[in-house]
């Protein structure tokens, strides 16, 4: 029995001898655990917020690219789309951010992507790309319990500005072939007539899409990227359309902008078109290719290759019925051709001025020669008198011969809201003495581009017809400046047209150390 006794006391004091042995153990591994859970835990931050400042960087280059070639403007975004305090991508995971912008001329981007080097203005020269490097510090969770309260980090993005190929474009060109076009330009945009300089544009737009897929022959039965066409107003007879796109045959015969039956069939009857070229992408032999194609129809209409290609006709500025025959054409284009998108490009002075038999001269109307507006049946709106048309003559619902200017903003933003992308080019758009059919009766209306109402000018209409107020240019040469600060130093014609080209895609980025 004492023996028993001593035993199970000597178990008792070596048992409880050890309770103070464990609770030593189970201190340092739980110390362990923590310190080990408190590393993994500011493991995950600092990997979180280095990855915030990873996508930050990418947006500030992403944003500064869309903004070149102006490379003001680039930095500006750069800044925006940083991570810095009270910009866009702002994390309290990241502190002291700057991003600095770095503009470069890269071999690979101009030769790989088609985006060649650009100044501010459009021209040769400048920049093609941008590297943003961006510094920050992440603050530290736990550091500070080994001495380390902050990690200071960067990260570098390269983007390519907007340009190259992307995806498939069917671009309809609408140009002003009235007789304003004929008048010389006196050399600030070419030495030539207007409508000669306007083609150097249409031929500067050619000369950087992509007509085909990589490596391919561009042909009429080659799959096309960029398909494009040209609408000129006025309309000519559909049996003389040939002589704009066969090199040096002449002018092809003008009609007056016809409408069947208005307003159930406002379409120009078959025997006349708005069409001078259907779908191409024969303009260039590849998409590589650093010439026009001169046997292209739509290159011979340009002015390519030595050839005089459209030429002006005698019928006044009225395009509302050419912007419906070219929307009308893209919308076959597009569905023949599923996953592709839709642009328009219009080009012209904005002043919308035909003349109509009967025109209701009292409120604005013309009715001079020549009459540009016929209905071959019925009766056009703003024609006639209260006893005559009691319900049109004061009406500039289209087609109408009052609110022409109006009318023009309706039917593009009527092709925007169907999806078309609306680009428009006010060449020569005046800023007074214009739109004299809309001082009083005219649509009142405010857009994406612009604000339209009766006693607006040749330029508002042009502003207002733009899917987006990015999408208007100007030449500025009669006072019309384009509303984005971005465009109003782009008023080269064939810097506009490369411009909307550039516009057409997205940035995109590149591997740093791209050369």
Same mark, same amino acid.
């Given at each position: 029995?004492?023996?028993?006794?001593?035993?199970?006391?000597?178990?008792?004091?070596?048992?409880?001898?050890?309770?103070?042995?464990?609770?030593?153990?189970?201190?340092?591994?739980?110390?362990?655990?923590?310190?080990?859970?408190?590393?993994?835990?500011?493991?995950?931050?600092?990997?979180?917020?280095?990855?915030?400042?990873?996508?930050?960087?990418?947006?500030?280059?992403?944003?500064?690219?869309?903004?070149? +070639?102006?490379?003001? #403007?680039?930095?500006?975004?750069? /800044?925006?789309?940083?991570?810095?305090? &009270?910009?866009?991508?702002? /994390?309290?995971?990241?502190?002291?951010?700057?991003?600095?912008?770095?503009?470069?001329?890269?071999?690979?981007?101009?030769?790989?992507?088609?985006?060649? @080097?650009?100044?501010?203005?459009?021209?040769?020269? =400048?920049?093609?790309?941008?590297?943003?490097?961006?510094?920050?510090?992440?603050?530290?969770?736990?550091?500070? !319990?080994?001495?380390?309260?902050?990690?200071?980090?960067?990260?570098? *993005?390269?983007?390519?500005?907007?340009? &190259?190929?992307?995806?498939?474009?069917?671009?309809?060109?609408?140009?002003?072939?009235? +007789?304003?076009? *004929? $008048?010389?330009?006196?050399?600030? #945009? @070419?030495? &030539?007539?207007?409508?000669? @300089? %306007?083609?150097?544009?249409?031929?500067?737009?050619?000369?950087?899409?992509?007509?085909?897929?990589?490596?391919?022959?561009?042909?009429?039965?080659?799959?096309?990227?960029?398909?494009?066409?040209?609408?000129?107003?006025?309309?000519?007879?559909?049996?003389?359309?040939?002589?704009?796109?066969?090199?040096?045959?002449?002018?092809?015969? %003008?009609?007056? $902008?016809?409408? +069947?039956?208005?307003?159930?069939?406002?379409?120009? +009857?078959?025997?006349?078109?708005?069409?001078?070229?259907?779908?191409?992408?024969?303009?260039?032999?590849?998409?590589?290719? /650093?010439?026009?194609?001169?046997?292209?129809?739509?290159?011979?209409?340009?002015?390519? =290759?030595?050839?005089?290609?459209?030429?002006?006709?005698?019928?006044?500025?009225?395009?509302?019925?050419?912007?419906?025959?070219?929307?009308?054409? !893209?919308?076959?284009?597009?569905?023949?051709?599923?996953?592709?998108?839709?642009?328009?490009?219009?080009?012209?002075?904005?002043?919308?001025?035909?003349?109509?038999?009967?025109?209701?001269?009292?409120?604005?109307?013309?009715?001079?020669?020549?009459?540009?507006?016929?209905?071959?049946? =019925?009766?056009?709106?703003?024609?006639?008198?209260?006893?005559?048309?009691?319900?049109?003559?004061?009406?500039?619902?289209?087609?109408?011969?009052?609110?022409? @200017?109006?009318? =023009?903003?309706?039917?593009? #933003?009527? %092709?925007?809201?169907?999806?078309?992308?609306?680009?428009?080019?006010?060449?020569?758009?005046?800023?007074?003495?214009?739109?004299?059919?809309?001082?009083?009766?005219?649509?009142?209306?405010?857009?994406?581009?612009?604000?339209?109402?009766?006693?607006?000018?040749?330029?508002?209409?042009?502003?207002?017809?733009?899917?987006?107020?990015?999408?208007?240019?100007?030449?500025?040469?009669?006072?019309?400046?384009?509303?984005?600060?971005?465009?109003?130093?782009?008023?080269?014609?064939?810097?506009?047209?490369?411009?909307?080209?550039?516009?057409?895609?997205?940035?995109?980025?590149?591997?740093?150390?791209?050369?």
């Amino acid at each position: 029995m004492k023996i028993r006794r001593f035993g199970r006391s000597l178990m008792h004091r070596f048992v409880k001898g050890e309770r103070g042995q464990a609770a030593v153990v189970v201190m340092i591994a739980a110390s362990s655990m923590m310190a080990l859970a408190a590393a993994s835990v500011e493991t995950g931050h600092v990997y979180y917020a280095y990855q915030r400042l990873v996508a930050s960087t990418n947006a500030a280059a992403l944003a500064g690219a869309a903004m070149m +070639p102006n490379t003001t #403007q680039a930095s500006i975004y750069v /800044t925006k789309y940083s991570a810095g305090s &009270g910009d866009y991508n702002a /994390t309290p995971m990241l502190t002291n951010a700057v991003a600095t912008p770095a503009f470069l001329c890269l071999n690979t981007v101009s030769n790989s992507l088609n985006v060649a @080097c650009q100044t501010s203005t459009g021209g040769a020269g =400048g920049y093609n790309a941008l590297s943003v490097t961006q510094t920050a510090t992440i603050p530290m969770w736990f550091g500070g !319990l080994i001495g380390m309260h902050q990690m200071n980090v960067s990260y570098t *993005a390269e983007a390519a500005m907007a340009g &190259g190929q992307n995806s498939p474009w069917n671009i309809a060109i609408v140009l002003d072939a009235t +007789p304003s076009m *004929a $008048y010389y330009d006196n050399g600030m #945009q @070419c030495n &030539g007539t207007q409508l000669t @300089c %306007a083609k150097g544009g249409v031929q500067a737009l050619l000369d950087d899409l992509y007509p085909c897929g990589l490596g391919q022959t561009c042909a009429s039965s080659t799959t096309y990227v960029d398909s494009v066409s040209l609408f000129v107003f006025p309309a000519v007879t559909s049996g003389t359309v040939y002589k704009d796109y066969t090199c040096n045959a002449g002018t092809p015969t %003008a009609v007056a $902008y016809t409408f +069947p039956d208005p307003p159930s069939n406002t379409t120009l +009857p078959s025997s006349d078109t708005f069409q001078v070229v259907t779908w191409s992408n024969n303009y260039k032999t590849t998409d590589s290719s /650093t010439t026009l194609n001169t046997s292209s129809h739509i290159v011979i209409a340009a002015g390519g =290759g030595g050839c005089s290609g459209l030429t002006t006709r005698f019928e006044w500025t009225y395009y509302p019925q050419a912007i419906d025959a070219a929307q009308a054409a !893209l919308l076959v284009q597009q569905a023949a051709n599923p996953g592709s998108q839709n642009a328009m490009i219009i080009l012209g002075d904005g002043d919308l001025n035909a003349c109509a038999s009967n025109a209701n001269t009292t409120a604005g109307a013309c009715n001079t020669t020549p009459i540009s507006l016929i209905a071959s049946e =019925g009766t056009l709106n703003g024609t006639g008198t209260a006893t005559s048309n009691p319900n049109g003559y004061r009406s500039f619902a289209y087609p109408s011969a009052l609110g022409e @200017c109006g009318q =023009g903003v309706l039917e593009a #933003q009527a %092709a925007a809201k169907a999806g078309t992308t609306i680009y428009t080019i006010g060449y020569g758009a005046p800023v007074t003495g214009s739109c004299n059919t809309d001082h009083t009766y005219s649509a009142s209306v405010t857009t994406n581009g612009g604000t339209w109402g009766p006693g607006k000018q040749g330029c508002d209409a042009l502003a207002a017809m733009a899917s987006s107020a990015a999408n208007f240019y100007s030449d500025d040469g009669s006072g019309c400046e384009a509303t984005e600060p971005d465009n109003q130093n782009i008023t080269k014609l064939t810097a506009i047209f490369r411009a909307i080209t550039s516009n057409l895609s997205t940035p995109r980025l590149i591997p740093s150390g791209t050369t």
